[in-house]
């Protein structure tokens, strides 16, 4: 596909990385020369200096032959104005960043009129996915398939755990329930584990089923967190505006803790239902005057990734229930890891997935449609989801006899609003949901997985 990319920032130089392997013909466009110099020598795409919301630098960029503008700037103004002028050049498809709450109210109002195909906003989405965790705060990690119907949840096997040196075949078989561990991260490696697979201490293991059969088998296993009660975000800035919105709308009490004056009083007027207190979160004295100790809930959310952490930490250790830590530096993946820190979310990961997912989405095969994709363990797990609308040459086949690869496992099928965890007997059916889970991140249709 032919793709135009619209600001040389870290969401769009992440999405350009990640498109330029799966062999699309990139062209970026930014403002700044000494960007698009490093991204072209870094990355196999063309380059062109310029405003990205100019009618000449768009037609040198031949946006009139794009399948797909993605205008991903600082600015919102600037994104829409780009998307525009791309739609009335000739783009297919366009996708837009848009951050600002009161635009995102307006989005799907506006969105045709002004040519915009998808929009993206990297703190809602980042809002979303700390709201998913906190009502399964067991979990470190939770990602929806089939609007709803299927969870994969991310768990840290402690030392005590009854999974510890328990075969897969030997779990299933004790639990009698309807869930699959599809993928274990030990040390540095991803594994794809098999029935005689063993569990160890400190595995993190991937695990899907239906919401309600994970919350019966966490129980089962000792390790089951009701849904916080209440929570206190550090940072007051868009994504806590959104979180703290989307938690309070559900009856959660929620404090922010922010030390800038003015953001406070924006804050307390778009919240009236949440406590909004001006002080320095990295102050340990005021976050135990608010009640750390008693909160369910910490989330970090400031502009500064090693403030993050070490609030995380002192929270860790004062034995607060669920810690969810900003880290937007993939740099700092190990240090987070030794310091115990399990929920970390990245806003610009979470929308360049989102970008992926929709791009992939275009180009889906004829058989089986692609609707969702999850990247885990710093991209070295990929959890799709496809429909079947129609017979395909691996549809009515047992899964035994179908030949696939060892880097892929389908984790599950929905039929019929029945989430099945599948067996070698079980078969793939028109009209079924399938969640694939691989180590190739590059899997962009089923028939990939067969060898």
Not at 271 to 293: A, F, M, T
Not at 431 to 441: A, C, G, K, R, S
């Amino acid at each position: 596909m032919d793709i135009v990319i619209i600001g040389m920032g870290k969401l769009g130089r992440m999405v350009a990385d990640n498109l330029s392997k799966e062999e699309h013909n990139i062209t970026v466009i930014d403002t700044k020369s000494n960007l698009v110099e490093d991204t072209i020598n870094q990355l196999d795409v063309k380059g062109i200096v310029g405003n990205g919301a100019s009618f000449d630098v768009q037609q040198s960029a031949e946006v009139d032959k794009a399948d797909v503008v993605i205008a991903v700037t600082s600015n919102d103004e600037i994104n829409i104005l780009c998307s525009l002028i791309a739609k009335k050049i000739g783009a297919k498809q366009t996708i837009a960043r848009v951050r600002n709450p009161e635009y995102n109210k307006q989005m799907s109002i506006m969105a045709n009129e002004l040519g915009i195909s998808m929009s993206v906003n990297p703190e809602l989405d980042a809002a979303n996915e700390i709201s998913r965790i906190l009502r399964f705060p067991s979990a470190i990690k939770v990602e929806t398939f089939a609007n709803g119907s299927c969870d994969l949840v991310e768990l840290k096997v402690s030392n005590n755990s009854p999974l510890v040196n328990k075969t897969l075949l030997h779990i299933r078989s004790s639990y009698h329930m309807n869930f699959l561990i599809c993928a274990v991260k030990r040390n540095d490696s991803v594994i794809i584990p098999r029935g005689d697979f063993r569990i160890q201490a400190e595995d993190n293991v991937y695990i899907t089923a239906s919401t309600q059969t994970l919350t019966k088998l966490f129980k089962n296993l000792g390790i089951y967190k009701a849904q916080v009660k209440n929570c206190m975000i550090i940072g007051g800035g868009k994504i806590s505006y959104y979180l703290a919105n989307e938690l309070s709308s559900i009856g959660v009490s929620v404090k922010i803790i922010e030390k800038d004056e003015k953001e406070c009083i924006d804050l307390s007027e778009q919240l009236p239902k949440v406590s909004i207190i001006n002080g320095d979160g990295s102050d340990q004295k005021l976050l135990l005057e608010e009640g750390i100790n008693n909160t369910d809930a910490l989330v970090t959310l400031t502009g500064m990734d090693e403030s993050n952490i070490i609030i995380s930490t002192f929270a860790n250790n004062m034995q607060v229930e669920k810690v969810i830590t900003k880290v937007n530096n993939a740099n700092y993946g190990n240090i987070v890891n030794s310091l115990g820190l399990d929920s970390i979310i990245s806003p610009k990961e979470i929308t360049s997935n989102n970008i992926i997912r929709y791009v992939r989405g275009m180009k889906s095969k004829a058989g089986a449609e692609f609707k969702t994709l999850y990247r885990l363990v710093e991209n070295k797990i990929a959890a799709l989801e496809f429909f079947l609308p129609e017979e395909t040459g691996f549809t009515s086949i047992p899964l035994n006899d179908l030949k696939m690869k060892s880097s892929a496992l389908i984790a599950c099928i929905i039929r019929n609003g029945e989430v099945i965890i599948p067996g070698g007997r079980d078969t793939l059916e028109v009209l079924d949901t399938v969640i694939l889970v691989t180590t190739d991140p590059y899997i962009k249709d089923l028939t990939d997985i067969l060898e």
